[in-house]
């Protein structure tokens, strides 16, 4: 069973900086890409950056592009979401993704399978 945890959420002020992981385990084929979305109350799921597994090429929203940086590593199955310079409306829950197809990994129907969430709160 695939099995993705994340870690590191919390409370910041403007202006500073916290890392969330992701740690998947239990799956049997090849992760495709990895990726990270965010959803604020009353707001749909949106995209927040991603890592193709294997190229490792990065994507990143327009919104969050210069002050946040995803990673991987391979061999141990994480992906990590460094913000920095967070603003009151990074604010969300943010969820990690796994898809084990290629295809729309900017989108949330693009992954298989999701993490339970963590929250980000940054206060102004």
């Known amino acids: 069973q695939v099995q993705l945890v994340e870690s590191g959420g919390g409370l910041v002020q403007a202006g500073g900086s916290l890392r969330l992981s992701c740690a998947a385990s239990g799956f049997r084929f090849s992760i495709q890409d990895m990726g990270w979305f965010r959803q604020a109350p009353g707001k749909e799921r949106v995209f927040v950056a991603a890592?193709?597994?294997?190229?490792?090429?990065?994507y990143y929203a327009d919104s969050v592009k210069g002050r946040f940086t995803i990673s991987r590593d391979n061999a141990k199955n994480t992906v990590t979401l460094q913000m920095n310079s967070l603003k009151s409306e990074d604010t969300a829950v943010y969820y990690c993704?796994?898809?084990?197809?290629?295809?729309?990994?900017?989108?949330?129907?693009?992954?298989?399978?999701w993490g339970q969430g963590t929250q980000v709160t940054v206060s102004s």
């Open positions: 890592v193709s597994w294997f190229s490792g090429n990065l």
């Open positions: 993704a796994a898809s084990f197809r290629s295809g729309a990994r900017t989108q949330p129907g693009g992954y298989d399978y």
